[in-house]
């Protein structure tokens, strides 16, 4: 079976994990690129706004077809409990219809990160919800979080 780890990053956080989860399960990885400027406080401020409203935005092209893998694993950073923009709109582009989906999402510590996978299961309901991840600070926590990589990634192995 192949995989495919597909993410969103503003700040890093979630490429660690993203790249993380590749090299445990030896998947193909994309980072999902939104054209709008997220950055500084500006694009803080707007990121938040437009996860609260659950805008989507205009994304770059990506490269790989997830029609192609077996397991689709997501992965959003925590916007006011919501997913990522650039990753709603991901999620609504791509049919994942009958797609085992593993999702994940990043949080700064003080949610729980559980309205955020919901959502995210919300907008691909006609996909195979598989595991779930919420990692807390993982800049902060670089060997925790690592260690809570690994422990699910060992529920995900795919066989060889």
């Not at 993380?20 to 030896?26: S, T």
């Not at 077809?65 to 397991?71: F, G, H, I, M, V």
């Not at 979080?145 to 995900?156: D, H, P």
Request: hydrophobic fraction near 35%; charged fraction near 30%; aromatic fraction near 6%.
């Amino acid at each position: 079976m192949k995989a495919l780890v597909i993410y969103y990053t503003r700040t890093g956080n979630t490429k660690f994990v993203a790249e993380k989860i590749a090299q445990e399960l030896g998947a193909d990885i994309e980072e999902v690129i939104d054209k709008k400027n997220r950055s500084g406080p500006i694009g803080w401020l707007s990121a938040g706004k437009d996860a609260m409203s659950r805008s989507q935005t205009e994304i770059a092209e990506t490269n790989k077809k997830p029609s192609e893998y077996d397991l689709i694993i997501v992965g959003t950073p925590n916007w006011a409990s919501k997913p990522s923009p650039a990753i709603r709109t991901y999620l609504s582009k791509y049919d994942l219809t009958g797609k085992k989906v593993a999702t994940f999402c990043i949080t700064d510590g003080l949610e729980s990160g559980e309205k955020v996978i919901e959502e995210m299961k919300m907008i691909i309901p006609k996909s195979e919800s598989t595991e779930h991840l919420v990692v807390p600070n993982p800049a902060k926590n670089k060997v925790d979080a690592e260690n809570k990589i690994s422990e699910w990634c060992t529920r995900l192995k795919l066989p060889q």
